[in-house]
Nanobody, 129 residues
Framework: QLHLVESGGGLVQPGGSLTLSCAASGLTSDYYVIGWFRQAPGQEREGVSLIASKYGHTYYVDSVRGRFIISGDKSKKMAVLQMNSLKPEDAGVYYC??????????????????????WGQGTQVTVSS
């Protein structure tokens, strides 16, 4: 049984940094896409940053490009999201998600929630002074 183990998140002042980690326990395949979506109150869930395992193709939503960095470790079946220069609009619940379909691992990651078949429990990120 696959499940996602998340860590990180919390409260940070504007301009600060946080690191999120997500490990896919029980994952046996080397072909997957893993990353984070976020959801703010009253808003739809949006893809923030994702990484594909085969060639390391990445996706970043425009609002975080240049501030967030995603990295993957295939041996540990995990991903890390380094979030820098955080803004109040980055706040929300961040969900780790994984797409375990073989074909997805070869291309630029999808940012559609419906393409991801396992989800973590979510972690709160608050950006406030």
């Amino acid at each position: 049984q696959l499940h996602l183990v998340e860590s990180g998140g919390g409260l940070v002042q504007p301009g600060g940094s946080l690191t999120l980690s997500c490990a896919a326990s029980g994952l046996t395949s080397d072909y997957y896409v893993i990353g984070w979506f976020r959801q703010a109150p009253g808003q739809e869930r949006e893809g923030v940053s994702l990484i594909a395992s085969k060639y390391g193709h990445t996706y970043y939503v425009d609002s975080v490009r240049g501030r967030f960095i995603i990295s993957g470790d295939k041996s540990k079946k995990m991903a890390v999201l380094q979030m820098n220069s955080l803004k109040p609009e980055d706040a929300g619940v961040y969900y780790c998600a994984i797409d375990t379909r073989w074909a997805s691992a070869w291309d630029t990651p999808s940012n559609l929630p419906e393409d991801y078949n396992y989800w973590g429990q979510g972690t709160q990120v608050t950006v406030s002074s």
